[in-house]
């Protein structure tokens, strides 16, 4: 046994020889490198236990070669010279045995040479893998680094930008919002001018239906006139023209409440055109108005 060969490295060696060399129905002796993948252990553990492990498979019994007794020689030379013949015989066997055996043991040492070798070969060629691997991922970070800083790099010049537009986009807020103050002052304004006109139509609206009364009260008081005429007319003509007289200055007075109607009425449609024509420029600044508003909305909340 190997002193320097740990136990437990030792028994997985040979557990795990046992193993392949069974499953290959005992033909086939396991190779260096099989047996160390299977027991997980290093070369130098796998080489040298396996070492140990095959001279126990191939360990076979030798005769041992015996001197002649001296006592056995004097008895009977003719005899002890045919049994030194025969112990001859057995000894060359011996070595011939042992030849054979160092000769086995050659080859497998040859054998376990070629294996180490080849196992060897396949490690570097592992090792060789894993270094292009290892070159490729390092490779592989090293581009996914720069891509990761070419993205952060843009995302920062995407901030700044989206902060100089929102930067703008509250400037743009601000003087919208004192627009909005002065148009809303400006609605107030057109209100109270509307307000106004409302309050001159109705004033208008009463001087008409004041002008409509007296005109009613004066063709009542012409109607009675020309009946008093009528009456008087037989009595005496000096009445009768005093009364046409009066007629006609009924008449004139209600030929100027009409004009005066008139241009109540003249007023009434200018007043009215007036209240019209501020309503709809008070329509078209909440529009205005509006519309301004969605609009700040709008870029306020895709800025955001």
């Known amino acids: 046994m190997n002193p320097n060969l740990p136990l437990d490295a030792r028994e997985r060696v040979f557990a795990a020889a046992s193993q392949i060399f069974e499953e290959s129905g005992r033909q086939t002796m396991p190779t260096v490198d099989q047996v160390r993948r299977l027991a997980k252990v290093d070369m130098h553990a796998a080489t040298a236990a396996m070492r140990e492990w095959r001279r126990q498979q191939t360990a076979q019994a030798a005769p041992i070669a015996v001197a002649v007794p001296e006592v056995v020689a004097k008895a009977n030379e003719q005899a002890?010279?045919?049994?030194?013949?025969?112990?001859q015989e057995l000894a060359n066997q011996s070595l011939r045995e042992a030849q054979s055996a160092?000769?086995?043991?050659?080859?497998?040492?040859?054998?376990?040479?070629?294996?180490?070798?080849?196992?060897?070969?396949a490690q570097a060629d592992e090792l060789e893998q894993a270094k292009s691997r290892i070159e490729a991922l390092e490779r592989e970070a090293r581009e996914?680094?720069?891509?990761?800083?070419?993205?952060?790099?843009?995302l920062r010049d995407e901030l700044g930008q989206v902060r100089g537009e929102l930067g703008a986009a509250t400037s743009r807020a601000e003087r919208a919002e004192a627009t909005a103050a002065?148009?809303?002052?400006?609605?107030?304004?057109?209100?109270?001018?509307?307000?106004?006109?409302?309050?001159?139509?109705?004033?208008?609206?009463?001087?008409?239906?004041?002008?409509?009364?007296?005109?009613?009260?004066?063709?009542?008081e012409l109607a009675a006139v020309r009946a008093k005429a009528e009456a008087a007319e037989h009595a005496h003509q000096e009445h009768r023209k005093e009364a046409a007289k009066e007629a006609q200055r009924c008449?004139?007075?209600?030929?100027?409440?009409?004009?005066?109607?008139?241009?109540?009425?003249?007023?009434t449609a200018d007043a009215r055109e007036s209240a019209a024509r501020l309503a709809g420029q008070l329509e078209a600044v909440q529009a205005q108005n509006k519309a301004l508003m969605e609009t700040l909305r709008g870029k306020v909340g895709g800025n955001g």
Request: glycine letters at 2%.
């Open 102 to 121: 160092w000769d086995a043991e050659r080859t497998e040492l040859d054998q376990m040479r070629v294996e180490l070798s080849d196992a060897f070969e």
């Open 144 to 154: 996914t680094a720069e891509i990761a800083a070419v993205e952060i790099q843009k």
């Open 80 to 87: 002890i010279a045919q049994l030194w013949t025969q112990a």
């Open 182 to 220: 002065e148009l809303e002052h400006r609605v107030d304004d057109l209100r109270a001018e509307l307000e106004r006109a409302h309050g001159d139509v109705d004033q208008v609206r009463a001087e008409i239906k004041r002008a409509a009364t007296d005109a009613e009260g004066l063709r009542s």
């Open 251 to 267: 008449a004139d007075k209600v030929l100027a409440a009409a004009k005066e109607r008139d241009e109540m009425s003249k007023a």
